[in-house]
């Protein structure tokens, strides 16, 4: 496949722009000294490239897309329409408060109906990811105890199986980590927690379905361990999609949520955004909020108030606003029994596939799993010299998408599966026939599984060569002096 550079041919063009219709003013001394690499081609050109380059990527609307930890389902188009209505494109965030009513309530109630469900009070929509979320709530926790005088809290604890981004997220906003290694049965232990919390004990990040797909059984017991000790804890809500509807979050003793609106509530994931990480908290902490909240006043009109002890400004304005309108409209579709509905069947379909490949992949956790489980290869590995990587690969050849690759840590050779509430059984038995086909061939013939891909458009890559030697721009005859 060409480059849209290769495809370049000097002196050929596509207008698409009016002719120029104000005053030219150029900057003497400041132009540049050469003419910028752009490509020269046609629309036609434009068009086949990228239609060309949509053929090659594979999404959701292509095939199944199990990645473990991600959620990467199928977004209901109705949430687009819903984004495009123009009174919700064509505003700017600093129009009056009176002229943009409309876009007040949808925030309002996006955050009235995410608190109802993760059991939190108030909510802000300045973030705009996961990660970016789990510092917001961090800086709520910081703020938190040195609003008390406490600033001798420096320490977050953080389980080895929580997401990855944790352990960032605390060091970014100013804390020393603490990891807490799990039990065999993949839960928190509970001694090591114990030994491990104190008077610097700032609070605890707990991602809740953990990286292993489990509900951790004593939860109420680590929340109040965490509160005994003058610390706070922090929910990290990525795989809320396991729990949504059936239990809440600040039920269970959480004091600070992030969610991934852009995972959990069915707004478009991937290729760079936009997303949305809004963080919800218990009355004590919504003093410490970022930027503006909207508060509903008096008359029944709406507009935007900014907390006397809010940590500021975490994005400009009030967060990647059509992503909230995406994730009213999955709400409010679903409704009150859609909800838990969701998370049911994500459950259902995790467990489904899990215990079909139990006979043939070996499963470190053999307890019921949440939306999400994770095989080990590693006696494939060391029997047969077949890896992780191998049968991932493989599955490329079945128009699937490969699982999370080598994490948790905590599981050697892993796999990690989610195939969302959104696939049908006949996806799932796919997806378990591909998986068992290539657990026979690997037995059989193990070169052809550790040669995968034979029947895609490219094949196995020296992977080695490309982190060691990367190519990251296009090389060209001449360099740019601009």
């Not at 991602?207 to 706070?232: M, S």
């Not at 069915?266 to 760079?272: A, E, K, R």
């Amino acid at each position: 496949m060409k480059l849209i550079f290769e495809r370049s041919v000097p002196g050929r063009r596509c207008d698409i722009l009016p002719q120029c219709d104000v005053p030219v003013v150029t900057l003497d001394g400041h132009e540049r000294q050469g003419a910028l690499h752009l490509p020269e081609v046609s629309e036609q050109d434009i068009s086949r490239h990228y239609t060309e380059l949509a053929k090659a990527t594979h999404g959701v609307n292509d095939g199944f897309y199990p990645l473990g930890s991600c959620t990467m389902k199928y977004n209901p188009k109705i949430n687009e329409e819903m984004a495009s209505l123009p009174k919700f494109t064509r505003i700017h965030p600093l129009q009056p408060e009176s002229s943009v009513q409309g876009c007040l309530e949808v925030l309002k109630t996006a955050e009235t109906l995410l608190c109802e469900i993760t059991g939190m009070d108030e909510m802000s929509f300045q973030p705009a990811a996961g990660a970016h979320g789990e510092f917001t709530g961090l800086l709520l926790i910081k703020a938190y105890h040195e609003s008390r005088g406490d600033k001798g809290r420096k320490k977050i604890i953080v389980p080895d199986s929580a997401h990855g981004t944790n352990p960032a997220s605390a060091v970014m906003a100013g804390f020393e980590v603490v990891n807490i290694p799990s039990q065999e049965d993949g839960c928190v232990d509970l001694e090591k927690l114990r030994a491990a919390v104190g008077e610097d004990t700032a609070g605890l990040m707990l991602t809740n379905p953990n990286t292993v797909g489990l509900f951790d059984k004593n939860i109420l017991d680590i929340t109040r361990i965490i509160h005994e000790a003058g610390g706070l804890n922090y929910y990290d809500g990525a795989n809320l999609n396991a729990v949504m509807g059936i239990v809440r979050p600040g039920d269970m003793g959480f004091d600070v949520i992030h969610l991934n609106l852009h995972k959990t509530f069915s707004t478009p994931h991937g290729g760079g955004g936009p997303g949305s990480g809004p963080v919800g908290c218990k009355e004590f902490l919504a003093e410490f909020l970022p930027g503006k909240q909207v508060v509903k006043a008096e008359d029944g009109g709406y507009h935007l108030e900014q907390k006397a002890s809010s940590v500021g400004m975490v994005k400009s304005f009030y967060g990647n606003f059509l992503v909230v309108v995406k994730a009213l409209t999955y709400i409010t579709m679903l409704g009150k029994q859609g909800i838990p509905e969701a998370s049911r069947n994500a459950v259902l379909n995790a467990n489904y596939i899990r215990v079909k490949l139990s006979p043939y992949y070996h499963m470190p956790y053999q307890e019921t799993c949440m939306h999400e489980f994770v095989m080990s290869l590693e006696q494939e590995k060391h029997e047969i010299d077949v890896s992780a990587m191998d049968i991932a690969k493989a599955l490329l050849d079945y128009g699937i998408h490969p699982p999370t690759m080598y994490f948790p840590l905590i599981v050697h050779e892993a796999l990690m599966v989610e195939p969302t509430e959104t696939e049908s059984r006949e996806n799932l038995d796919e997806l378990i026939h591909a998986f068992v086909e290539i657990y026979e061939t690997a037995k059989k013939d193990p070169e052809k599984v550790r040669t995968a891909p034979h029947f895609t458009m490219v094949g196995r890559l020296d992977e080695v060569a490309a982190a060691r030697n990367p190519r990251l721009r296009y090389e060209f005859e001449t360099e740019c002096d601009c």
